[in-house]
């Protein structure tokens, strides 16, 4: 791997910081610049991590910046990344990145005219524990998926998070926020989505901020927070995917495939790692199984409250610059992304007009994320 790309962060807030300290893993990728509308926001990321801090124009003029990390609230991704494209720089998005299929495909155009990149999170799917969740599919381990299930459940983000508006506002909710990572994994172990079924409620018009300085402010809400849909996959199977913002407490794990041979158990879509279980026919139920040495399995990241996870946010940012080198499709691709925001969309409108949704987009299941694919990007 030849290159080292330049990465200028835009937007400063609560992700940015994994961002700034997971890069520096990945021997193609360097941060070197950061901006955020709010210029002491940049100024203090900048001083934490030794970057440069910039105007936003001055980051999409920087000629040392590659790529362009796009960390804005959602409503602002569309809008930054096609200032970025016409900019020549690639771009990757935190999710969703965009909130129509319509913004997807004209940032398409300018990146293909432009013979840019465009990528989005979540590239959680690439974690050791899902890798090898997708190799016991592959390998036949419990036959062909036909069914399963996958929760999102909490109590809403407003206890702890100081600025939650956009939570709880057009392009937010529990399937925008964090649907993309369910859905996304889901194409990895099963593949596209072909039609989705929904309903859809909210249990309170109003949030109160529990932090901060607004502690105490009511946030009003203006988009579905409880949601159940059912998406049927091009392979035929049938899953269940709940999503809600008004659970106190649940028993649910977060993913359950169902194969004609067997049954697996998925950690959490939202982090890299976590245990894998399989049942298979005659067996005892499930059992833990061990996992392979995949380098993005270990537990080195440390949380703010002391906890050690495996996160490597960034490795689909590697693997797409890695892509772009090497001629091939990367795996948080446009494509993909688009297709998820497709599903998600898919499934508020089946909601609002109470009728099934076709899938008008269309993608392939990336490929596998091999130990030794994993480990040539790594420092």
Known sequence: MACEYGVGILGCGNISAAYFKLIPLFKNLKAVACADINPAAAEARAAEFGVRAETVEALLADPEVDVIVNLTIPEAHFAMSKRALEAGKHVYS????????????????IADAKGL??????????????????????????GKVMSGTAHVLGAGMEAWHPNPDFFFRPGGGPILDMGPYY????????????????????????RVIGNGPRNGEAVPVSTPT?????????????????????VIANKHTNME????????????????GGSVEMAQRGGKGFEAVELWDHPLTSAKFQTQDGRMLANYR????????????????????????????????????SAEEKRSVDIGTKC????????????????
């Open 183 to 206: 859905v996304t994994n889901l194409v990895n172990l099963v593949g596209p989505v072909k039609r989705v079924m929904a309903m859809a409620n909210m249990a309170r018009t109003e």
């Open 257 to 272: 495939l169902y194969g004609v041979d067997g049954a697996l158990h998925v950690p959490d879509p939202n982090f890299f």
């Open 314 to 349: 960034a490795a689909g940012l590697s693997d797409m610059m890695a892509a772009h080198e090497e001629g091939r499709e990367h795996r948080c691709s446009l494509d993909r992304a688009l297709h998820v925001v497709d599903v998600l969309l898919s499934i508020l409108k």
């Open 117 to 142: 990149r465009v990528g989005s999170a979540p590239d959680t799917f690439l974690g050791g524990a899902h890798q090898f969740a997708r190799k016991l599919i592959d390998d036949g381990a419990i």
């Open 94 to 109: 935190e999710k969703p990145f965009v909130l129509s299929v319509e913004e997807g495909e004209e940032l398409r155009k």
């Open 226 to 246: 409880n949601i159940h849909a059912i998406l049927e996959f091009e392979n035929g199977a049938h899953i269940a995917l709940m999503g809600s913002w008004d």
């Open 364 to 379: 392939t299941q990336p490929a596998p994320f091999s130990m030794q694919e994993a480990a040539a990007l790594m420092r």
